[in-house]
């Protein structure tokens, strides 16, 4: 079956501007979970979504960041006025559940996102 | 107390080798140790993973130790191949938090 996917692989912006990243979960995960990687980094954790609920968002860098999760399914995370310090590697990662004993979490490719 | 400390940042082993990666955690409550791998452009993939009850998991030529008294546990691939040339991330989770604590990752290169 299809993997996460991710949308656009790269995006270059002018800082200032808006950016939207989309992912797509595999079908059936409840859970997904946004993270920042810049680069030769670890991963960042952004914000988490149980269904179409965002019970941590304590992740958001600021309030520039923001996400939401419709149908339970897609995913968008929105950055407003775009910082040359938000450029990294956006990954998205899905899951069966939050809860044991389903933790493992399959990631997406990522989206390259460059601030100039 | 919600750290995972990773070592070495970086390693360089020959083909053929052993490679040995480790990660310390503190929070006792943690009963879930996954490691990722990740090749570059891609996301980070589960490669093994191990929970508390056991002391060795091993797959393949991967093998999970763990060390529960010492809140420490390990990465071993053995037999090292140029392809497991990668960035490899620890991480470890509880039952009672949906969130993975990631390690801060160990770039590998094998060398032919």
């Known amino acids: 079956g299809a993997g996460v996917s991710q949308s656009p692989s790269n995006k270059v912006t002018e800082k200032g501007k808006d950016v939207e990243l989309r992912c797509d979960p595999i079908?059936?995960?409840?859970?997904l979970y946004w993270y920042r990687q810049s680069l030769g980094q670890g991963l960042e954790f952004l914000i988490y979504?149980?269904?179409?609920?965002?019970?941590?968002k304590s992740g958001l860098p600021s309030d520039r960041f923001s996400a939401e999760r419709t149908g339970g399914s897609v995913s968008t995370l929105t950055i407003q006025r775009t910082q040359q310090e938000d450029s990294a590697v956006y990954l998205c990662?899905?899951?069966?559940?939050?809860?044991?004993?389903?933790?493992?979490?399959?990631f997406g490719p990522g989206t390259r996102l460059t601030v100039t | 107390q919600q750290q995972v400390k990773q070592s070495p940042q970086s390693l360089i082993v020959q083909k053929g080798g052993i490679s040995i990666i480790n990660c310390a955690y503190e929070?006792?409550?943690?009963?879930?140790f996954p490691w990722y791998q990740q090749f570059p452009g891609k996301g980070p993939a589960l490669l093994i993973a191990?929970?508390?009850d056991v002391s060795e998991k091993k797959e393949g030529r991967f093998t999970i130790s763990f060390n529960k008294s010492a809140k420490q546990f390990s990465l071993h691939i053995m037999d090292s191949q140029p392809g497991d040339s990668a960035t490899y991330f620890c991480?470890?989770?509880?039952?009672?938090?949906?969130?993975?604590?990631w390690g801060a990752g160990t770039k590998l290169i094998i060398k032919p």
């Open positions: 990662a899905s899951s069966l559940s939050s809860g044991t004993p389903s933790y493992e979490q399959y």
């Open positions: 079908s059936g995960h409840t859970a």
């Open positions: 979504f149980q269904g179409n609920s965002a019970p941590d």
């Open positions: 929070n006792t409550a943690f009963d879930y």
């Open positions: 191990i929970r508390p």
């Open positions: 991480a470890a989770s509880s039952v009672s938090n949906y969130q993975l604590i």
